[in-house]
């Protein structure tokens, strides 16, 4: 059984900054796992598109293009813990954003089939 609680959005002005968290349960983050975990976002009428990736280890990432420099991925797996550090903050990013996990190599994190897994998410909007 695997449970996903995310926090930490809000509103936030355009340029700004806003720290997301992701507390996962169960097998994710066990040594023998090797469960990567992703944020992905869905805006209004959108699909639900990737965001960014982390390995079970944490020594590799991925970004989407239109958050590389801005946002940073890291996790806490003695903590259970997985976050999104979100800098300079534009309208666009206006969305619900959402933690997972996904046993995929790393060509594949960005593809949301992988994930079998999603919590209720948390919404974010940057007002312009």
């Known amino acids: 059984q695997v449970q996903l609680a995310e926090s930490g959005g809000g509103l936030v002005q355009a340029g700004g900054s806003l720290r997301l968290s992701c507390a996962a349960s169960g097998r994710t983050f066990s040594s023998s796992s090797s469960y990567a975990m992703g944020w992905f976002r869905q805006a209004p009428g959108k699909e639900r598109e990737f965001v960014a990736a982390?390995?079970?280890?944490?020594?590799?990432?991925d970004y989407a293009d239109s958050v590389k420099g801005r946002f940073t991925i890291t996790k806490d797996n003695a903590k259970n813990m997985v976050y999104l550090q979100m800098n300079r903050l534009e309208p666009e990013d206006t969305a619900v954003y959402y933690c997972?996990?996904?046993?995929?190599?790393?060509?594949?994190?960005?593809?949301?089939?992988?994930?079998?897994?999603w919590g209720q998410g948390t919404q974010v909007t940057v007002s312009s």
């Open positions: 982390i390995s079970w280890s944490g020594d590799s990432t």
């Open positions: 997972a996990p996904a046993r995929a190599s790393r060509s594949r994190w960005s593809s949301v089939p992988e994930y079998d897994y």
